[in-house]
């Protein structure tokens, strides 16, 4: 093995910028050695921020250099593709989520990556918080006891400008050959939006918070925003019914409480993240909000001191090369990313927030929505009988 993974990384766009290539850059376990754009003149920019030697436009070339150990995958719209290519080219695959729509090809991804002793991970960035991780260990330790309720949120006001596009890419010309989302009007028909783009990585939170399964959901998916511009390039707005505010409650397995609720049109910051896990023994309420220059807190409370107290969060959750400074993204993606590298060189069986895990995020994703469209509880796991034709989110 080597002292440092090579990493290759597809996507030189505004998250890599400020999560993924500051964070294989602090990590002393890896280099990166290859960015991939479409768009030459970013990848160049890309590579010059951050001492990156090699730049092409073609994922052909990328995935053909038998040198990388690690995939990167920061684009924005469908990753499937990209992340069965990458598998079968024999490399290590850290993606953004979702890494397909429906959790069965998800899960097909795991087989694959299995297949070949290969790892993954998911941008399931919130799991990596300092103040999350601090979370997961004092669960760990036993200091909630037995769960009882978990409330998730995930809301912030990115969309509640209705001139503020749908589609956050940035065209230069018109995009061809797409269906457009949010066409069909019905109550039914609604496309899956908010829930898959921010709900996931607070779902991810609650199911390690509960530390099991859900049996059942019922949940509802709604557009409060009707009205707004398409792309960059549009100048009138349209009618596009997409999820922008949605709900779910949920039972675990053991009886456990489960709750959900994300939106973008929710006045708030970002990223507008809250945990909060009530069990037998105590309480732990996390907030991921950046307000006033603060990016997290972390409060306790326990049935002899029932005052909700402010902890401060050790330095040993905090990843290499942390600034005080360090916007929320920097802060949290340098823990994911060297989690993975570390996880890579270790080999072994541990890998944290991989496709098996976004297949179980993903897969009450699709209850939820199969719950929207036939207003009814559904039962978890989903077996297969659950189609996701159609339900695309345009993020
Ligand atoms: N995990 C999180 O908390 C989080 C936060 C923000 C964004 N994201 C995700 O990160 C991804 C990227 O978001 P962004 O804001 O950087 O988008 P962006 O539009 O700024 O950048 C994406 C870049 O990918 C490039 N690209 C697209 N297809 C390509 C291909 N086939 N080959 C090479 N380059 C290609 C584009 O040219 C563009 O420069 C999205 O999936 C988004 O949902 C995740």
Not at 246 to 267: H, I, N, W
Request: proline content about 5%.
């Amino acid at each position: 093995m080597r002292e440092r993974l090579r990493v290759g990384v597809i996507g030189a766009g505004r998250w890599a910028a400020s999560a993924h290539l500051p964070g294989f850059s602090r990590s002393p376990l890896s280099e990166i050695v290859l960015i991939c754009d479409l768009d030459r003149d970013l990848a160049l920019k890309r590579a010059q921020e951050f001492g990156i030697p090699d730049v092409t436009t073609d994922i052909e070339e990328l995935l053909a250099r038998s040198d990388l150990d690690l995939v990167d995958i920061v684009t924005r719209g469908d990753h499937q593709d990209l992340v069965f290519r990458a598998l079968e080219a024999g490399k290590h695959v850290l993606v953004e989520k979702p890494v397909c729509h429906d959790y069965r090809d998800v899960l097909r991804a795991h087989a694959l990556a299995a297949a070949k002793g290969l790892k993954t991970k998911v941008g399931l960035t919130f799991r990596y918080a300092p103040a999350v991780v601090y979370m997961f260990d004092l669960i760990r330790d036993g200091f909630i006891g037995r769960p009882f309720v978990f409330n998730g949120y995930e809301q912030n006001s990115q969309w509640l400008d209705p001139d503020n596009p749908m589609d956050k890419r940035i065209h230069k010309t018109k995009p061809a050959g797409e269906t457009p989302w949010g066409m069909d009007l019905s109550r039914e028909g609604i496309a899956v939006s908010s829930l898959e783009g921010y709900g996931a990585p607070t779902i991810d939170i609650g199911l390690e918070c509960v530390g099991e399964d859900l049996a059942q959901v019922v949940g509802i998916l709604s557009n409060m925003v009707p009205f707004r511009r398409r792309t960059n390039l549009d100048t009138a707005r349209e009618r596009i019914n997409i999820d922008d505010a949605d709900m779910f409650m949920a039972e675990t397995k053991s009886g456990a409480l489960f709750s959900m609720q994300s939106s973008y049109v929710t006045v708030g910051n970002y990223p507008g993240i809250e945990a909060r896990i009530f069990g037998s023994a105590g309480a732990i309420k996390v907030r991921l909000v950046d307000e006033f220059g603060v990016i997290q807190t972390i409060h306790t409370a326990q049935p002899g001191a029932v005052e909700f107290v402010q902890r401060d969060i050790p330095a040993k959750y905090f990843p290499p090369g942390f600034q005080t400074t360090d916007p929320w993204s920097t802060a949290f993606y340098g823990n994911l990313v060297h989690n993975f590298c570390e996880e890579i060189m270790a080999g072994g069986p541990v890998n944290q927030g991989n496709f098996a895990q976004s297949a179980r995020v993903q897969e009450i994703i699709n209850a939820v929505t199969h719950s929207h469209r036939t207003r009814q509880w559904v039962n978890l796991p989903l077996e297969g009988n659950v189609g996701t034709s159609g339900e695309r989110s345009p993020f």
